[in-house]
């Protein structure tokens, strides 16, 4: 068996050049929640992840293929946004955001994060009213 992160690397690498517009898309769900570590989160639409950058995924496609070739495409995505620049930073606390992803499926602390990060955004380019109706 050859080294994990080699694995996980090349099957990366056949992942964007087979299907690069998909992983793009994934990739704008990604954000870093701890940059230097490699800690990541997939935001989806029901089920949240944790990743570590070209080492592991929480998603059961990853741990599936484990016994064939390591990888998922959400690492591959995350590559994809590593290598663009793309990379949307958030802070929040690691800790809670794993425990919550790894126990619940998603994580309401990051959901929350993403969200005032969100409205921070609009605020500064004038668009903030539409939050502040009741
Ligand atoms: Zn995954």
């Known amino acids: 068996m050859g080294d994990v992160k080699e694995e996980i690397e090349e099957s990366c690498r056949e992942d964007e050049e ?3 517009d998909r992983l793009r898309a994934i990739a704008r769900r990604l954000v870093a929640i701890d940059l230097e570590k490699g800690f990541w989160a997939y935001v ?3 089920r ?3 990743l570590i950058e070209g080492l592991y995924c929480s998603c059961s496609s990853f741990a599936l293929s484990l016994t064939k070739r390591a990888g998922c495409e959400h690492l591959s995505a995350l590559r994809v946004a590593k290598r663009s620049g793309a990379v949307r930073e958030l802070k929040v606390d690691v800790a809670s955001v794993v425990w919550e992803i790894v126990s619940v499926g998603l ?3 990051l959901r929350k994060a993403l969200l005032e990060q969100q409205m921070g955004e ?3 380019k004038g668009e903030g009213s539409r939050y ?3």
């Open 132 to 134: 502040d109706e009741d």
């Open 44 to 46: 989806g639409r029901e």
């Open 107 to 109: 994580s309401p602390t």
């Open 48 to 50: 949240d992840h944790f």
């Open 18 to 20: 087979k299907r690069g």
């Open 122 to 124: 609009d605020y500064e």
